[in-house]
Each structure stands twice: as structure tokens, then as C-alpha cells.
């Protein structure tokens, strides 16, 4: 059974940074692509950044310079925020596709004080 656990999140202040870890298990194939999400109270989730097996990555224009994503060869993806604003408050969620099937994480709070 497939479970991505994430960890990482936490309260900073504006101007912080803050890594998060997604570990995927359950499966010996890969993953791909892998993503975070995130989603701020009263809001939709939206997409943050999202990379591939092959090191291709994305991001919402609203972090780009600021949050790095990435994945080492044990499917698990990390998110590397800098500069973190009050904006960026909000559940933060691992997210996996493997051949058909999507999965989530149970998500990680991150909240930016001013």
C-alpha cells in the first residue's frame, strides 16, 4: 500500500525558511511526477511545484525564485522554501502519480507570521 508521509512544516517568521520532506513508500517504481500543493484557509488548493524523473521541474509563479523542489532516487521530494511570506500560509501536500493512480500525503501545516 502506497503512503507519502510529509514532514518539515512548522511556524516561521516572515523572511524564513523551511524545508519539507515527502517519503513515498509502498512501492519499488518510481513515481512521477512528484509535487507539492498547498492550500490556504477559505482558498483552493493550487499547485506549487511539480518535477519528473527526469529533474524537469515547475513552479507557481508565485514562488518562483523562492522555493526550490527536488527528489533524490528513493521517491522521496523535498521542498526548500526561502524567503517564505504571510501569503504562503497554509496545508502543504505531498502529491504522487504512479502509471494511473494519484496519491496524497495527509499534509503539513506551514504558517508564516508577519
Avoid: H
Wanted: proline share 3%; hydrophobic share 30%; charged share 15%.
Amino acid at each position: 500500500q502506497v503512503q507519502l508521509v510529509e514532514s518539515g512544516g512548522g511556524l516561521v517568521q516572515a523572511g524564513g525558511s523551511l524545508r519539507l520532506s515527502c517519503a513515498a513508500s509502498g512501492s519499488t517504481s518510481s513515481f512521477n511526477p512528484m509535487a507539492w500543493y498547498r492550500q490556504a484557509p477559505g482558498k483552493q488548493r493550487e499547485l506549487v511545484a511539480i518535477i519528473d524523473t527526469g529533474g524537469s521541474t515547475n513552479y507557481a509563479d508565485s514562488v518562483k525564485g523562492r522555493f526550490t523542489i527536488s527528489r533524490d532516487a528513493r521517491n522521496t521530494v523535498y521542498l526548500l522554501m526561502n524567503s517564505l511570506k504571510p501569503e504562503d500560509t497554509g496545508v502543504y501536500y505531498c502529491n504522487a502519480r504512479q502509471y494511473l493512480r494519484v496519491y496524497w500525503g495527509q499534509g503539513t501545516q506551514v504558517t508564516v507570521s508577519s
